[in-house]
């Protein structure tokens, strides 16, 4: 059974970054591809970031590319996701979850489904 804690969530202002991190617990976290979830209240749970169980193929969503970036550490089961040029649209509950293989970092509805682990949740509110 995998159990993944995030934390490193805050409040920021537009324009600024952020760092949020995921421990990972259990199963074989090197195997598993990881991805980082995002929902506010009224919408639908979006998948910005995924990655590898290597950490060689990152995926972003439209929304957070090329100011979201997605890592790594298989030596500390650690996952993380570095925020840049943040927005007031950025702001939401930020979920790491975990797929055991076979999996895809894409996040899109032909391959979210593996995610069965999640986290409990770590907010990011950025202030325009």
């Known amino acids: 059974q995998v159990q993944l804690v995030e934390s490193g969530g805050g409040s920021v202002q537009a324009g600024g970054s952020l760092r949020i991190s995921c421990a990972a617990s259990?199963?074989?976290?090197?195997?598993?591809?990881m991805g980082w979830f995002r929902q506010t209240p009224g919408k639908e749970r979006e998948g910005v970031a995924g990655?590898?169980?290597?950490?060689?193929?990152?995926y972003y969503s439209d929304s957070v590319k090329g100011r979201f970036t997605i890592s790594r550490d298989n030596n500390k089961n650690l996952l993380y996701l570095q925020m840049h040029s943040l927005k007031a649209e950025d702001t939401a509950m930020y979920y790491c979850?975990?797929?055991?293989?076979?999996?895809?970092?894409?996040?899109?509805?032909?391959?979210?489904?593996?995610?069965?682990?999640w986290g409990q949740g770590t907010q990011v509110t950025v202030s325009s």
């Open positions: 990655i590898s169980p290597s950490g060689l193929y990152p």
């Open positions: 979850a975990a797929a055991e293989p076979p999996c895809s970092p894409r996040l899109t509805s032909e391959y979210i489904w593996a995610y069965k682990y």
């Open positions: 259990g199963g074989t976290y090197s195997s598993n591809c």
